[in-house]
Nanobody, 126 residues
């Protein structure tokens, strides 16, 4: 079993920056891909960014490409999502997720992930 805990959310003005963190306990994240998803009120959960186990491959939704950066520090068992150039449409609860199987590819849909954090709220004011 693995527990994921997100932090770093909050209120930011449009154009501002936030860094979200996803810390893991119960197992090391270093062998697993990690994804960030978000869910706005009344909308489905959507993929935001993903990173493979080594950090050598990253994937982004078109809506955040060029503004968000996903990275990982395996020594700290933590994955980050740096949000720059925030827009009001980025307002959502952000979740990190990990699959059950190690060494896998980065999943782009929520059903490819087995473990989820509780989420952290990000609100971007205009």
């Amino acid at each position: 079993q693995v527990q994921l805990v997100e932090s770093g959310g909050g209120l930011v003005q449009a154009g501002g920056s936030l860094r979200l963190s996803c810390a893991a306990s119960g197992r090391t994240l270093s062998r697993y891909a990690v994804g960030w998803f978000r869910q706005a009120p009344g909308k489905e959960r959507e993929f935001v960014a993903g990173i493979n186990w080594s950090g050598g491959s990253t994937y982004y939704a078109d809506s955040v490409k060029g503004r968000f950066t996903i990275s990982r520090d395996n020594a700290k068992n933590t994955v980050y999502l740096q949000m720059n150039g925030a827009k009001p449409e980025d307002t959502a609860v952000y979740y990190c997720a990990a699959p059950r199987d190690a060494w896998g590819r980065v999943g782009l849909t929520s059903n490819e992930y087995d473990y989820w954090g509780q989420g952290t709220q990000v609100t971007v004011s205009s």
